[in-house]
C-alpha cells in the first residue's frame, strides 16, 4: 500500500511511519505548485 505526502507535513510522515509505513521514494506533483510529496510503503494485511 502506498500512500503519498507533502514534504511539508511532518506530523504526517510521522503518523504514517507510526502506522508502519516505510519512507520510499518522492515525486514532483502536476499541479501549479508543482508540489514535492514523499511516498510511504506498507506490505498490505
Known sequence: M???SDVILI???RL???AGFVKNG???CNDPD???E????KEPL
Open 2 to 4: 502506498r500512500a503519498w
Open 11 to 13: 506530523n504526517a510522515h
Open 16 to 18: 504514517y511511519q507510526s
Open 26 to 28: 518522492d515525486r514532483i
Open 34 to 36: 508543482k508540489s514535492r
Open 38 to 41: 514523499f511516498g510511504f510503503w
